[in-house]
């Protein structure tokens, strides 16, 4: 069975950082395409970042030049380092990986930023 297990979140003032960790498992991790998503309270949710299989990235507006994607192969293993953390980055943050026809999501993580 496919698993995505991420890890890293917690609290944090606003400003500070945080490595969020996607862990893979019984999947050739090489080939799929993998991002980050967040889902605040009461709204749907979203992507964040994503990272193709050859390691093309991308962002929404509002994290970019302070989250950076990246991936580790050999370890199965997605990052997310988020930067310059504020109130408004508080939510769940999912990873996902797609190939093909294949989908999978991980549990999430909490990310919760005071002010």
């Known amino acids: 069975q496919v698993q995505l297990v991420e890890s890293g979140g917690g609290l944090v003032q606003a400003g500070g950082s945080l490595r969020l960790s996607c862990a893979a498992s019984?999947?050739?991790?090489?080939?799929?395409?993998m991002a980050w998503y967040c889902q605040a309270p009461g709204k749907q949710r979203e992507l964040v970042a994503s990272?193709?299989?050859?390691?093309?990235?991308s962002y929404v507006d509002s994290v970019k030049g302070r989250f950076t994607i990246s991936r580790d192969n050999a370890k199965n293993t997605l990052y997310l380092q988020m930067n310059s953390l504020k109130p408004e980055d508080t939510a769940v943050y999912y990873c996902?990986?797609?190939?093909?026809?294949?989908?999978?999501w991980g549990q999430g993580t909490q990310v919760t930023v005071s002010s």
């Open positions: 996902k990986a797609d190939h093909s026809l294949m989908t999978y």
């Open positions: 019984r999947i050739t991790f090489g080939i799929y395409n």
């Open positions: 990272i193709t299989s050859r390691g093309s990235t």
